[in-house]
């Protein structure tokens, strides 16, 4: 029973008991392997993939072939390369499973199928759109124009189940800074949070 994604459907997409009964046929999930790829640079995304249990992560490659990680998704959330799916064009990016997950597999049709049982879903997932938009604007200009220390702190508002779950390196790629410099703001923060008796 995928009960996260059901309560994802109704609680964020209005989809009532009758029409989750109608589509819950079409629902499609995987069971994914630790390390397994869902997606490699070079393919067609053709899902979104609703993190039922796990962690994923969306990940492109530099001209040196360094990691570069764009996005966590732990429980609940969701994770694709939208310009590949809406587009049809050949992804520049990963996506592999940090854990054993549970994923749901979102494609054009099942969409379309949740819009035909649901009038009010075509809006609620246009906001969940804009939504992503907001977060990805936010991210930008926080790696443009803000201190190491203050992405590490919105990473943790943002991420705060992921900190013990995934290698302290992934998170400084998730971040722009090394390993080293993100071990460093670790403990100034450890110093200024610890009150001595």
Request: glycine fraction near 4%; hydrophobic fraction near 40%; charged fraction near 25%.
């Amino acid at each position: 029973m995928l009960q996260n994604f059901k309560t994802y459907l109704i609680d964020n997409m209005g989809v009532d008991e009758a029409a989750y009964q109608q589509i819950h046929p079409s629902i499609k999930s995987i069971s994914v392997n630790k390390n397994q790829q869902l997606l490699q640079a070079g393919d067609i995304c053709k899902y979104t993939f609703f993190v039922e249990k796990g962690i994923l992560r969306l990940f492109g490659l530099d001209e040196a072939g360094k990691e570069n990680i764009l996005q966590f998704g732990t429980e609940n959330w969701l994770v694709s390369d939208r310009d590949s799916v809406y587009f049809k064009e050949p992804s520049n990016y990963y996506i592999d499973a940090l854990e054993d997950a549970v994923v749901v597999l979102l494609d054009e049709e099942f969409i379309e199928s949740l819009a035909r049982v649901t009038p009010s879903f075509r809006k609620k997932n246009e906001k969940l759109l804009h939504n992503h938009i907001r977060h990805l604007n936010k991210r930008i200009h926080l790696l443009l124009g803000a201190s190491a220390k203050k992405r590490y702190l919105e990473f943790i508002k943002m991420y705060p189940d992921v900190m013990l779950r995934v290698p302290q390196w992934m998170i400084a790629s998730y971040l722009g800074i090394t390993p080293e410099s993100l071990s460093r703001i670790r403990k100034d923060l450890a110093k200024e949070n610890f009150a001595p008796y």
